[in-house]
């Protein structure tokens, strides 16, 4: 089983940076595939990154395109997500989830392990 733990999330204005953190435990050495996911009210849940741990691979929904960024630091079974440049359009409650297939499965099938959520909300 694995656990994930997200943080980091907060208000913030247009323009600024948020950096959210998913702390994973657990089995952690299963999953193959992290990823960070949003959902905003009234709206379905949308895929934001995804990252292969064993090659850092990473993909991004276009809409967050060179202002996100995924990362991960396999030594402290955190994974990160970046957000610059940040909208209104980017307030959403945002979640990690992981899986042990790689991410194009996983993201076919669906994820197994999610954590709570963390919210961000981006408004002047």
């Known amino acids: 089983v694995v656990q994930l733990v997200e943080s980091g999330g907060g208000a913030v204005q247009p323009g600024e940076s948020v950096r959210l953190s998913c702390a994973v435990s657990?089995?952690?050495?299963?999953?193959?595939?992290m990823a960070w996911f949003r959902q905003a009210p009234g709206k379905e849940r949308e895929g934001v990154a995804t990252i292969s741990t064993a090659s850092a691979e990473s993909y991004y929904v276009d809409s967050v395109k060179g202002r996100f960024t995924i990362s991960q630091d396999i030594a402290k079974s955190t994974w990160y997500l970046q957000m610059d440049s940040l909208k209104p359009e980017d307030t959403a409650m945002y979640y990690c989830?992981?899986?042990?297939?790689?991410?194009?499965?996983?993201?076919?099938?669906?994820?197994?392990?999610w954590g709570q959520g963390t919210q961000v909300t981006v408004s002047s």
């Open positions: 989830a992981a899986d042990i297939r790689v991410c194009r499965e996983a993201a076919k099938r669906g994820f197994s392990f």
């Open positions: 657990g089995a952690t050495s299963s999953a193959n595939c």
